[in-house]
């Protein structure tokens, strides 16, 4: 399995930071997948976003940080999944990963792999 | 500040044995299960432990975790140069502030 990230890297202070990662080798909408979105800066270490999967339906998990500002999608056409955090500050800028948590559901869940990060500037 | 506490640093010369610990309490640690992680230098982190004490394919057997109580550890035996990166333990915890992956702080290993 392997995810490959892209997006802009620059990103003006106000405007909404979109990122996608591409995933080969697994499905988006595998029931045993949850596909999440972390960022890592030096203020904040590693950090959850959110969190999408499907099970029947598709659901969403949100850092109560960033809930209000952040949309997780999955596209099923593409196989990839979206990340977009609107009103974007130079507080948001980290380096953001994608990664995949197998078996979510399960105590036996593994966050493997990850994305190769993007290292995402907010200027104001 | 996260609620996993690690060690800033940790070092070790080559073919030493390394442990790092991860601290937390019983409304985390104590109710979950621990992952660990390492971020060499310019690359994804990788998972190298899960369940607290499961090797995911691959992840050389030089690569331990253990879990009693509040606590987390992962030890690092015949240390190498390679591994000189960043060591992160991580668990999943829908109790406290929502649903969300919890890190630590991250330790930086040296290989002296």
């Known amino acids: 399995v392997q995810l490959q990230q892209s997006g802009p890297e620059q990103v003006k202070a106000s405007q909404t930071l979109s990122l996608t990662c591409a995933i080969s080798?697994?499905?988006?909408?595998?029931?045993?997948?949850?596909w999440n979105w972390i960022r890592q800066s030096p203020s904040r270490g590693l950090e959850w976003l959110g969190r999408?999967?499907?099970?029947?339906?598709?659901?969403?998990d949100y850092a109560l940080s960033v809930k209000g500002r952040i949309i997780i999608k999955a596209d099923t056409s593409k196989n990839h999944v979206s990340l977009h955090l609107s009103s974007v500050t130079p507080d948001d800028t980290a380096v953001y990963y994608c990664?995949?948590?197998?078996?979510?559901?399960?105590?036996?869940?593994?966050?493997?792999?990850w994305g190769q990060g993007t290292l995402v500037t907010v200027s104001s | 500040q996260s609620v996993l506490t690690q060690p800033p640093s940790a070092s070790g010369t080559p073919g030493q044995r390394v442990t790092i610990s991860c601290s937390g309490s019983?409304?985390?640690?104590?109710?979950?299960?621990v992952s660990w992680f390492q971020h060499l230098p310019g690359m994804a982190p990788k998972l190298l432990i899960f369940?607290?004490?499961q090797r995911p394919s691959g992840v050389p057997d030089r690569f331990s975790g253990s879990k009693s109580g509040t606590s987390a550890s992962l030890a690092i035996s015949g240390l190498q140069s390679e591994d000189e990166g960043n060591y992160y333990c991580?668990?999943?915890?829908?109790?406290?502030?929502?649903?969300?992956?919890?890190f630590g702080g991250g330790t930086k290993l040296t290989v002296l």
């Open positions: 990664g995949r948590d197998q078996y979510y559901h399960s105590s036996d869940n593994r966050f493997d792999p």
């Open positions: 080798g697994d499905s988006v909408s595998s029931n045993d997948a949850a």
């Open positions: 999408t999967y499907y099970t029947s339906d598709w659901h969403n």
């Open positions: 019983s409304s985390n640690i104590g109710g979950n299960t």
């Open positions: 369940h607290n004490s």
């Open positions: 991580a668990m999943w915890d829908d109790r406290l502030n929502g649903p969300n992956w919890v």
